[in-house]
């Protein structure tokens, strides 16, 4: 299933964030990166939603 890609600037960087903390920690429990990140980058409801989705969807994989 393919996800559709962001539009906001503030859902791209928490994806990017997320992505490299993930990247340099893979334990890290996703959802409470997921919500650090929805914090730290004012994210919207809806951009919280996909965010949490995208997550889950994408696990950390170890280098």
Do not use: H, Y
Request: charged share 30%; hydrophobic share 40%; glycine share 2%.
């Amino acid at each position: 299933m393919s996800t559709a890609m962001p539009q906001g600037d503030a859902l791209k960087k928490a994806i990017l964030w997320v992505s490299e903390k993930r990247k340099a920690q893979p334990d890290l429990n996703a959802k409470k990166l997921a919500d650090d990140a929805c914090l730290q980058f004012d994210l919207s409801p809806k951009d919280s939603e996909f965010l949490l989705r995208f997550v889950k969807e994408n696990p950390a994989t170890p280098s």
